[in-house]
C-alpha cells in the first residue's frame, strides 16, 4: 500500500500542518507501506489554463511542463492519500487550490456516472490548522472535501481539523503535555484508519476538542 502526503503550506516543513500529519503518518508506521511527504511549496506548479487539451486532445496528459506529471504518477499509485492545508480565509491555501486545480488532468469529466463498485477507490483525509479559536472556520473546507471525493469517486476517511494550530510548532512549558497529548490522539487515529479503514467511536469523540483540551 502507498500513502501519499500533500503539503499545501507555503512554509512546507516547518508548517503546523506538517506537525499535524507527521504525528497521523506516525500512526502508519507499523505498516509496511512506502510513505512520500510531497511538499508543494518545493514544486513547480502553474496554474491550469482551462484548456482541455488534458480531456480532449491527449486524454489524462496535460500541456503544461512543469512538476504536476510526476505528482500525479505518485497520486495513481496511492491508496491514500492526505492533503493538508492551512486555512487561508475561511478555505484551503492558494497552493493546495492551484495544485487541485490541476488534477483536472486525471480523467475525464468527474460528473459523469462511472462504475460505483470500484473496490480500488482511494482513501482521502483532509487535514487543516487554522490561527483563531473558532472551529465553524473549517465548514467551507469540510464541504469541499466532501464534495470532491464524492466527484472523484473516492473515500473520505478521517478529517482533522486544529483551531490555535500555532501551538503545534510554538508552544510555552503550560501547553507542552496538551500539545503532545493531541499528537499522540492524532498517532492512534492514524493507526485506527490504516487498520480499519475508519476512526472508533471512542476516537471519533475527541475530534471536536480543541488542542488545549487534551
Ligand atoms: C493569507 C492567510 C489567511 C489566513 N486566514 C485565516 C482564517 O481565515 N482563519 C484563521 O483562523 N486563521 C487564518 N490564518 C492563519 C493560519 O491559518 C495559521 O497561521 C495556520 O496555523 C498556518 O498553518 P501552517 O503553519 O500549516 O501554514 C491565515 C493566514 C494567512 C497567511
Not at 500533500?6 to 512506502?34: C, D, Q
Not at 493538508?84 to 459523469?112: C, E, Q
Not at 473496490?119 to 464541504?143: H, T, W
Request: aromatic fraction near 10%.
Amino acid at each position: 500500500m502507498n500513502i501519499v502526503c500533500i503539503n499545501g503550506s507555503p512554509k512546507g516543513l516547518k508548517s503546523n500542518s506538517h506537525v499535524m500529519t507527521r504525528a497521523i503518518l506516525k500512526g502508519f508506521e507499523s505498516a509496511t507501506s512506502a510513505i512520500k511527504n510531497i511538499f508543494l511549496s518545493e514544486k513547480k506548479i502553474n496554474y491550469c489554463t482551462g484548456c482541455y487539451s488534458c480531456w480532449f486532445k491527449t486524454p489524462g496528459k496535460c500541456v503544461i511542463k512543469d512538476d504536476m506529471a510526476e505528482i500525479i504518477k505518485v497520486i495513481k499509485e496511492s491508496t491514500i492519500i492526505i492533503l493538508a492545508t492551512p486555512l487561508y480565509f475561511n478555505n484551503i491555501s492558494g497552493t493546495l487550490k492551484v495544485f487541485f486545480d490541476r488534477l483536472t488532468a486525471m480523467g475525464g469529466d468527474p460528473h459523469k456516472s462511472r462504475d460505483s463498485s470500484n473496490k480500488e477507490a482511494a482513501s482521502f483525509i483532509m487535514v487543516s490548522n487554522c490561527g483563531f479559536p473558532y472551529r465553524s472556520q473549517f465548514d467551507v473546507i469540510s464541504l469541499w472535501i466532501k464534495n470532491v471525493t464524492k466527484i472523484l469517486q473516492a473515500k473520505l476517511i478521517g478529517e482533522f481539523y486544529t483551531t490555535n494550530g500555532k501551538v503545534l510548532t510554538q508552544f510555552d512549558n503550560s501547553q507542552t503535555d496538551a500539545r503532545n497529548n493531541y499528537l499522540d490522539y492524532l498517532t492512534r487515529c492514524g493507526t485506527c484508519l490504516f487498520e480499519n479503514g475508519e476512526l472508533s467511536e471512542e476516537l471519533k469523540a475527541s475530534l471536536n476538542k480543541g488542542i488545549l483540551e487534551f
